[in-house]
Nanobody, 121 residues
């Protein structure tokens, strides 16, 4: 069984920074990509950033230049450094593991349970 656990959320003032972590554990041979998504109250979950196993990254326009995604493949952990935070960044942030291979011959996507980020004005 594979689990993704997010941490690092909290309350911060506008202009501040937070660093989120997503640790994947369990029977893992490889993870194709790791991504961050967020869901604000009353809104649909939206894409934030993604990083491939080779380190290629892609960001939502709303966070470009402010957020940086990285990963440690040895630790099966992804990070999201969030700078210059705005009140509109307030949301629950979810980690996604894309095409996780656990040695059973199949690939699966996994989600964490989320971590709350609140940015006060």
């Amino acid at each position: 069984q594979v689990q993704l656990v997010e941490s690092g959320g909290g309350l911060v003032q506008a202009g501040g920074s937070l660093r989120l972590s997503c640790a994947a554990s369990g029977s893992i041979f490889s993870i194709n990509a790791m991504g961050w998504y967020r869901q604000a109250p009353g809104k649909q979950r939206e894409f934030v950033a993604i990083i491939s196993s080779s380190g290629s990254t892609h960001y939502a326009d709303s966070v470009k230049g402010r957020f940086t995604i990285s990963r440690d493949n040895d630790k099966n952990t992804a990070y999201l450094q969030m700078n210059s935070l705005k009140p509109e960044d307030t949301a629950v942030y979810y980690c996604n593991g894309n095409r996780v291979y656990s040695g059973s011959g199949t690939y699966r996507d996994y989600w964490g349970r989320g971590t709350q980020v609140t940015v006060s004005s």
